[in-house]
């Protein structure tokens, strides 16, 4: 079992502020993906990455993986009440038909 | 936009009823999947499905839990005798590939056991 250790548990920003949040474990993971859950709702996908270094941006969002595949980020500019959410990040092992979820960042953005 | 879809939204049952969760992966799919999340708690993976049997479970995934794919569209999950730890919102997820290929989630079935 991967242990995935996300940071900070709990953000809360100002509209226009900017903010990143960090997934991160000791084992080497094969791919990453980034979630946002609303409450009573189920985790919409965000991004996948797959090759150590890649960093790939979804509007104001960006993503980043570690070179050693270990570790990643997200990063939001000039965050908006809509951002408001908790971000998950999940990893698979090359031979699991299942992902393993970490504790989540809620982050919450005021207007 | 293809999505992954549940029923019941919620449903309330006594302690030691049978519940059946029901969902309709995305129809390209090929692997389908339970999680569940108790209030405040991470996500926690139950069961993958692939080619009409189990691929994977978890420690969680005991004898009192099943799944199904009875007519190639729904799947389902269920609780044979529920206990009151089994209340939390269960998401059914489905990708087109595995391993660690993108899942996409439904909108969950809130069960609570009283």
């Known amino acids: 079992t991967q242990l995935l250790e996300q940071s900070p548990q709990f953000l809360s920003i100002q509209e226009g502020e900017n903010l990143t949040v960090y997934c991160n474990s000791s084992?080497?993971?094969?791919?990453l993906q980034w979630y946002r859950q609303e409450p009573g709702e189920g985790p919409v996908l965000l991004v996948t990455?797959?090759?150590?270094?890649e960093v790939k941006k979804l509007k104001r969002l960006t993503f980043q993986f570690g070179d050693a595949r270990k570790d990643s980020s997200l990063h939001i500019t000039a965050a908006q009440p809509g951002d408001t959410g908790l971000y998950l990040c999940?990893?698979?092992?090359?031979?699991?038909?299942?992902?393993?979820f970490g504790a989540g960042t809620t982050v919450t953005v005021r207007a | 936009e293809p999505e992954v879809t549940q029923t019941p939204s919620h449903q309330v049952t006594q302690m030691g009823q049978e519940v059946i969760l029901r969902c309709v992966p995305i129809s390209n799919h090929l692997y389908f999947y339970w999680y569940r999340q108790i209030l405040g708690q991470k996500v926690e993976f139950l069961v993958s499905f692939y080619n009409n049997e189990i691929s994977e479970k978890s420690e969680i995934f005991d004898d009192q839990f099943s799944v199904e794919r009875p007519d190639g569209s729904n799947f389902t999950l269920k609780i044979r005798s529920t206990k009151l730890e089994d209340s939390a919102m269960y998401f059914c997820?489905?990708?087109?590939?595995?391993?660690?290929?993108?899942?996409?989630f439904g909108q969950g079935t809130r069960l609570t056991v009283v």
């Open positions: 999940a990893v698979s092992a090359s031979n699991d038909y299942k992902l393993s």
């Open positions: 990455v797959v090759t150590g270094g």
């Open positions: 084992s080497v993971f094969s791919s």
């Open positions: 997820a489905s990708s087109e590939a595995a391993p660690f290929t993108e899942a996409f």
